[in-house]
């Protein structure tokens, strides 16, 4: 095994409001704040100045509620598309990386790997692609389809995507667009290569019409946590980002992922494992607990049973449940997202969680790791989780933006810096730099394969 950087990782998750199901009602946070390029812009620039990584934004191409009881009181529907609002934030920020989440499973590989190497040329070489299958069901109508695809098959699907995303990228050689006004050519047509993709479930000639992303590739970051998710984790993505609310669980993912990743002939360096945080911020624990009963007061009982439902994977009808009673130790199988559904069951029977409670756990965190408390206990789980290896950073879920973001950044960060476990400034110009990854070599030009 190989030895890391005795630094760890930090991405924002840049959501409109925050993490927590009620904070658009906090008095605090800009109602609006989902359709205002400047209030993101405010966010990434907070983020930036305290020297994170990236930020990193997520997505569903649907209303994800089942119902308009539910629908008329959450604010995650009225926000913008990611990449095009990261293209708006690469010309507000300078340093920060930019991770956009888009789905294998309702886009075509030509017109997503365009328009994610144009943000990375926008951006001079910070994006990032949060690469997920669609996992919620109400996006499959939205694509004339009555059901998503099984589980397996979209990762399956998935697989072959990122490798034909990964192909076009490389359609162009670095140093093809020579722009030559004396000579009149503009491209050097011995670094151009057709895909010819030809596959079980696309077909794609290229070549992509962008040169190659400054990185080479965006960097690939992933979420899944399933027995298919840790296998397309090991083989493709540089980035994990998952949910390990408990530590022993946290260790026991990270050195998976990371032996299946070496058993495919990748370095420990090369993909790196951030799970999620909710911090709570309080100058004292009474403070801390404070905030978190006054966001849950904000959170009507509709919204989060409808929070749980989804979470869970829409297997059961928690309404008609005996709230008080016990979760039991397993529910059907969902079709969604089943790493979700596994770590939220495990937690609820290791820590005999009545159905109330499993709700207002899955309302506050989603499944997360929660802690609500000093700067020093924040940054002191957090380290313990760096150095035991269940994380080699973490992706930060501020519960309101930008109260508990700015916390966050004044009180918990320069606790992680005085325990020499963040740092205080960017190392590189690209994220691949930032992070330590590799610049990938083209497929083309490394084969000697000749043009065309």
């Not at 904070?23 to 983020?47: I, Q």
């Not at 899955?362 to 002191?380: F, K, Y």
Request: aromatic share 8%.
């Amino acid at each position: 095994m190989q030895r890391r950087k005795g630094e760890m990782t930090l991405g924002l998750y840049l959501i409109q409001a925050g993490y927590n199901e009620g904070a658009w009602r906090d008095p605090s946070v800009p109602a609006n704040g989902g359709v205002d390029v400047n209030h993101y812009a405010h966010l990434a620039a907070l983020a930036e100045a305290a020297a994170f990584h990236f930020v990193f934004l997520p997505d569903s191409p649907s209303v994800v509620e089942q119902d308009n009881a539910n629908i008329a009181r959450v604010s995650r529907n009225d926000t913008f598309e990611p990449i095009t609002l990261l293209s708006a934030l690469s010309s507000k920020t300078r340093d920060i990386g930019l991770v956009a989440t888009a789905t294998t499973t309702y886009h075509q590989p030509y017109h997503l790997a365009r328009m994610l190497a144009s943000l990375d040329h926008l951006s001079l070489g910070r994006a990032a692609w949060n690469i997920v299958t669609s996992g919620n069901k109400y996006e499959a109508p939205n694509f004339g389809e009555e059901e998503l695809p099984d589980h397996d098959t979209r990762y399956t699907r998935a697989k072959e995507f990122v490798e034909v995303v990964k192909g076009l990228w490389d359609t162009w050689e670095d140093g093809a667009f020579v722009r030559d006004k004396e000579t009149g050519i503009f491209v050097d047509t011995t670094k151009l290569h057709l895909l010819n993709h030809r596959g079980d479930y696309l077909s794609v000639r290229g070549p992509l019409n962008v040169a190659r992303p400054p990185q080479g590739h965006p960097v690939l970051v992933q979420a899944g946590a399933s027995e298919s998710g840790i296998r397309f984790a090991a083989a493709l993505a540089e980035v994990v980002f998952t949910a390990e609310p408990c530590l022993e669980s946290g260790k026991r993912y990270y050195a998976t992922l990371k032996e299946k990743a070496r058993a495919l002939g990748r370095t420990d360096d090369q993909v790196l494992i951030m799970p999620g945080i909710v911090p709570i911020v309080g100058r004292t624990k009474e403070e801390a607990s404070a905030k978190l009963q006054r966001l849950r007061s904000y959170t009507h009982i509709d919204v989060q049973i409808g929070t749980a439902d989804r979470w869970l994977g829409f297997v059961t009808d928690i309404r008609s449940m005996d709230l008080d009673s016990l979760v039991p130790e397993s529910l059907p199988r969902t079709n969604f997202i089943q790493s979700r559904q596994k770590t939220l069951l495990d937690l609820a029977v290791r820590q005999k969680f009545t159905w109330r409670q499993l709700i207002r756990f899955i309302s506050d965190s989603r499944g997360h790791l929660m802690i609500v408390g000093t700067p020093d206990e924040i940054a002191n789980a957090m380290v313990d989780r760096f150095d035991q290896r269940a994380a080699d950073g973490f992706n930060v879920l501020p519960a309101t933006v930008p109260g508990e973001l700015k916390d966050f950044v004044e009180l918990v960060i320069p606790e992680l810096r005085r325990r020499g476990k963040f740092r205080s400034r960017y190392s590189g110009q690209t994220l691949r730099e930032n992070l330590g990854l590799k610049r990938p070599l083209n497929r083309f030009a490394q084969a000697g394969i000749s043009s065309r």
